[in-house]
């Protein structure tokens, strides 16, 4: 088989390249530590080259990590915010515990100073004004404990008084209703008057212009109609208006937010009158103990 | 001659990025064998002569030794043998497709990496190589392979594509592919 000139310019060529390597290696196997001065100039421009592509990617890498952890940080925002929301509802659930505790503990305390025989009741309805006043309360008493006429007291002062029982609830009349009429006295002048609903918001009360007055003087009851207990607060004046004659008008302010009221108390029957022989000394009588009985 | 530059240079860059990104991403095993892939190319490429092609496979065995601290000589060795074995084999078999050049650089990259073991193992004695550390390598040349496997496709579209935009490609420029002419 005869070779062409080009098959044996090849294999020529052929031996002669794979001979560079092999130079290289049994040079490299004599000395492996050693570089040879082309070696040293490719290294040269060698490395730069690696090293510009280390810090791109390195720049490219940190980027992408950079995106990849603010993707973490929403993802991480989002939920932290959910569980704010959740926090937040829990929140206003423990403000809104708190205030029903604080209502309830005043409550309690109004029962343990006030004499009068009270049975608590709760809040069960409202009837507002069509600008949103509250015009009437319903309690979850019935006609098994109110009657009509019985007073209604919160540990702000004075509601109002039951208007209709019935079986499971009933009405109570505020201060404020234009029905309602009490008796009542300025608690620093002992000015004394009917104390009538006027509006939504207010009531007014006539006293004699012989009694100084000052706006900011509290009323309260003065248990002279023996339907409300004396001393309970009812408001504060806050216009006073001159009357022809000897009259002058007080518009009065309830002390008791109607909207914010939970619990209230229902006064079942006022208290007795104090014991005329309380401070006297009633006869000793001789405790038996445990000593035999003697016939 | 231009063709055999435009791998030459690539090559070289390739093996840069791959050390780069080899550095940045902490990876030390799974890295692709960029230049069997450019080896493998210019093997089945008509355009390429057999001594220009073998003399770019030494050059870039050449600059893989001096990147990755071989014995120098070694991987410019390997590097020729594989070429002559790839050209051997490109007058047998033609690769088309996505899956033939993912098979073929698998095929290279395995080539490459059991021809620089074999000769390493021959001259691990004058080169102070341990030889137990070269067998310790046998157990992570498949994941050099796989690297190389999802790499090749890609590499392989990209040369194609340089080699066309730069007119060195095999066929006539008004017959590109990807040109969409003379179709």
């Known amino acids: 088989m005869a070779l062409s000139l080009r098959s044996i310019r090849n294999g020529a060529l052929i031996v002669v390249l794979l001979g560079i390597p092999v130079l290289l290696l049994r040079s490299s196997a004599q000395d492996p530590h050693r570089m040879s001065g082309l070696d040293r100039a490719v290294r040269r421009i060698g490395a730069p080259l690696e090293a510009a592509v280390s810090y791109s990617a390195g720049m490219l890498g940190a980027f992408f990590e950079r995106w990849v952890l603010q993707a973490r940080v929403q993802d991480a925002n989002e939920k932290l915010a959910s569980e704010n929301r959740d926090l937040r509802q829990r929140l206003r659930e423990v403000v809104h515990l708190q205030e029903e505790n604080q209502q309830l503990r005043r409550a309690l305390q109004m029962?343990?100073?006030?004499?009068?025989?009270?049975?608590?009741?709760?809040?069960?309805?409202?009837?507002?004004?069509?600008?949103?006043?509250?015009?009437?309360?319903?309690?979850?008493?019935?006609?098994?404990?109110?009657?009509?006429?019985?007073?209604?007291?919160?540990?702000?002062?004075?509601?109002?008084?039951?208007?209709?029982?019935?079986?499971?609830?009933?009405?109570?009349?505020?201060?404020?209703?234009?029905?309602?009429?009490?008796?009542?006295?300025?608690?620093?002048?002992?000015?004394?008057?009917?104390?009538?609903?006027?509006?939504?918001?207010?009531?007014?009360?006539?006293?004699?212009?012989?009694?100084?007055?000052?706006?900011?003087?509290?009323?309260?009851?003065?248990?002279?109609?023996?339907?409300?207990?004396?001393?309970?607060?009812?408001?504060?004046?806050?216009?006073i208006e001159p009357l022809v004659g000897d009259q002058q008008r007080l518009h009065v302010v309830p002390a008791v937010r109607f909207d914010r009221i939970d619990v209230v108390w229902v006064v079942l029957a006022n208290a007795p009158g104090a014991d005329p022989r309380s401070g006297l000394e009633g006869p000793a009588v001789q405790a038996r103990g445990l000593q035999p009985i003697s016939p | 001659m231009l063709r055999a530059f435009v791998y030459l240079v690539l090559g070289w860059v390739l093996i840069a990025v791959v050390g780069g990104m080899a550095d940045v991403l902490s990876l030390t095993i799974m890295l692709p064998a960029t230049s069997a892939v450019i080896l493998t190319h210019a093997a089945f490429s008509v355009s390429t002569s057999l001594p220009l092609g073998l003399g770019v496979a030494i050059a870039l065995g050449y600059l893989e030794d001096l990147h990755q601290g071989a014995p120098i000589g070694t991987l410019a060795l390997a590097h020729g043998l594989a070429f002559l074995v790839l050209r051997w084999a490109s007058g047998r078999f033609a690769i088309g497709g996505f899956w033939l050049r993912a098979a073929a650089g698998l095929f290279s990259a395995l080539l490459l990496d059991g021809l620089t073991l074999a000769i390493l193992l021959v001259l691990a004695e004058p080169l102070e190589v341990p030889r137990h550390a070269l067998l310790g390598a046998l157990g992570v040349v498949h994941w050099h392979a796989l690297a190389t496997l999802f790499v090749a496709p890609p590499l392989w579209a990209g040369i194609d594509r340089l080699l066309a935009v730069l007119r060195l490609d095999d066929r006539p420029p008004q017959q590109a592919y990807w040109t969409g002419a003379g179709t």
């Open chain 1, 111 to 239: 029962r343990e100073k006030v004499p009068e025989d009270m049975i608590p009741a709760e809040r069960v309805g409202v009837d507002q004004s069509p600008f949103f006043r509250v015009v009437n309360i319903r309690v979850d008493r019935g006609s098994q404990y109110a009657r009509p006429g019985m007073a209604v007291l919160s540990p702000d002062g004075v509601v109002g008084r039951i208007d209709k029982a019935l079986d499971d609830y009933s009405d109570v009349m505020l201060i404020t209703d234009p029905r309602s009429k009490i008796a009542v006295e300025l608690a620093r002048t002992k000015a004394q008057g009917i104390l009538e609903g006027r509006t939504e918001d207010s009531c007014t009360l006539e006293v004699s212009k012989d009694y100084e007055v000052e706006v900011g003087d509290i009323v309260q009851t003065s248990g002279v109609d023996e339907l409300f207990p004396k001393g309970h607060p009812i408001g504060q004046v806050v216009e």
